[in-house]
C-alpha cells in the first residue's frame, strides 16, 4: 500500500490522483491512472522512485504522450511526469545538454540557432527528448542517437551516465526501458544557420503533407519492417479508411490510426488486431507495434498462429 502522506513529503510537485490521462496523450484516449505525481527534481525523483520500488505498486514516466494508447480502464498505479521540471537545454563546449522533458521542437530550435546541424529531422515529433531517447526516435533517414554522447538514467535507484553505445540503440527501440532516462548530451557536427533553417523548413512541410496532423493520432502505429514500409502494407490490403468505431486507419497515411472524436482505446486494438491478421494473411509479414501500450492485458494483442499466410 503507498501512503499519499509520505508521498508528499517526499515530493514538492503536483499530486492529483485519479487522474485523467487522455487529455495527456496525443490520442486523447485513455482512462484514469490512480496517483499522478509530477516531481520537481531529480532527488525528488530518486527518493519516490526508492520508496515506490520497496512497494509492489507498477510506475510509468509519461513524456509528451505523443507514442502511447492508453487502456479505456486507465493505468493502476502511479504515472511520473518529468516533463516541466526537467526541460532544461544548454551548450558548454561545444556539447548540448537536454533534459529529459525538454519538447523535440525547442531541442532543434537551440540546435538549429547555435549552428549544429543534425537534428533538423526531428522537428514536427510531437515527442518530449526522454520519449525520443527510450523508443529512439527518428525519420528522414536519422535517429537521436546519431550524434549523442551519453544519457543520464536513473537505474535501479540510481543515477547512472552510460556511453550510447552501452543503450542498444536500434531501429525505433533501445535497452533502456528499465530505467528513467534524465538527461542526454549530444556533439553535433556544425553546420550553416540559414541552411539548417531551410532544412528543417523542407522537412515539416514534408511531414504535414504525409501526416494527418489536423487529427488526434500517436504517430506510427507499427514499426516498418525490414525492407518495405507497414503503410504500404496496410495499404494494399485495402485497408486505408477502414473505420473502428470512431478509430480510423487514416487515408493520408495508412500506419496511422486517427481518433475522430470519441474513439475508445477498444476501437484502436480492434484496428490494430484486424491489421495484423489481414497484413499476415495476405504478405505473410507480422506487423510489431511501435506505440505503447499501457494498462491492457498482455494477451490484448492477438498471436498470429493459425493465421495462413
Ligand atoms: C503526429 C506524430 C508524428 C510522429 N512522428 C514520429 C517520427 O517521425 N519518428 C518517430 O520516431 N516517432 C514519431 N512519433 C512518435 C512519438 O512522437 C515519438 O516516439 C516520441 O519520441 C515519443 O516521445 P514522448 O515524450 O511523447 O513519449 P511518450 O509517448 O510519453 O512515452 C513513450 C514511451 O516512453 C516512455 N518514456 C517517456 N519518457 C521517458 C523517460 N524520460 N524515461 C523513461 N521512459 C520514458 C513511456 O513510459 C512510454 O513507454 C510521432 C507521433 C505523432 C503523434
Known amino acids: 500500500m503507498l501512503s499519499l502522506e509520505h508521498i508528499r513529503n517526499i515530493c514538492s510537485g503536483e499530486i492529483l490522483i485519479s487522474e485523467p490521462l487522455a487529455p495527456m496523450t496525443s490520442f486523447r484516449i485513455g482512462g484514469p491512472v490512480d496517483i499522478y505525481i509530477e516531481p520537481q527534481n531529480t532527488d525528488e525523483l530518486v527518493a519516490l522512485i526508492g520508496y515506490l520500488r520497496k512497494t509492489d505498486v507498477r510506475y510509468i514516466v509519461l513524456g509528451n504522450g505523443s507514442n502511447i494508447l492508453i487502456s479505456d480502464e486507465g493505468f493502476r498505479g502511479v504515472v511520473l511526469n518529468i516533463e516541466k521540471h526537467f526541460s532544461d537545454v544548454s551548450l558548454d ?3 548540448v545538454t537536454a533534459g529529459a522533458g525538454v519538447r523535440l521542437s525547442k531541442f532543434v530550435d537551440f540546435c538549429v540557432r547555435h549552428g549544429f546541424a543534425g537534428t533538423e529531422m526531428l522537428a514536427g515529433i510531437p515527442g518530449t527528448l526522454g520519449g525520443a531517447v527510450i523508443m529512439n526516435a527518428g525519420a ?29 540503440f536500434r531501429y525505433r527501440n533501445s535497452d533502456l526501458w528499465d530505467d528513467i532516462v534524465l538527461a542526454a548530451r549530444f556533439r553535433l557536427p556544425e553546420g550553416d544557420e540559414e541552411q539548417l533553417r531551410a532544412r528543417r523548413k523542407e522537412l515539416l512541410i514534408k511531414r504535414n503533407a504525409a501526416q494527418p496532423v489536423d487529427r488526434p493520432n500517436a504517430g506510427s502505429i507499427f514499426k516498418n519492417p525490414e525492407g518495405t514500409f507497414a503503410a504500404k502494407l496496410i495499404e494494399e490490403c485495402g485497408l486505408k479508411g477502414r473505420r473502428f468505431g470512431a478509430a480510423l486507419i487514416s487515408e493520408r497515411h495508412a500506419n496511422f490510426i486517427v481518433n475522430t472524436g470519441g474513439a475508445r482505446a477498444a476501437d484502436v486494438i480492434e484496428a490494430i488486431n484486424v491489421i495484423r491478421r489481414e497484413v499476415y ?21 492477438t498471436p498470429l498462429h493459425g493465421v495462413t499466410s
Not at 147 to 153: A, F, L, Q, R
Not at 291 to 299: K, M, S, T, V
Open 93 to 95: 563546449q561545444g556539447i
Open 140 to 168: 528522414y533517414g536519422g535517429e537521436i542517437s546519431d550524434s549523442m554522447i551519453d544519457v543520464t538514467v536513473l537505474r535501479e535507484g540510481e543515477v547512472r551516465r552510460l556511453n550510447a553505445e552501452e543503450c542498444g
Open 281 to 301: 494473411a495476405k504478405t505473410g509479414v507480422e506487423l510489431e507495434p511501435e506505440i505503447q501500450l499501457i494498462g491492457f492485458a498482455d494477451d490484448v494483442i
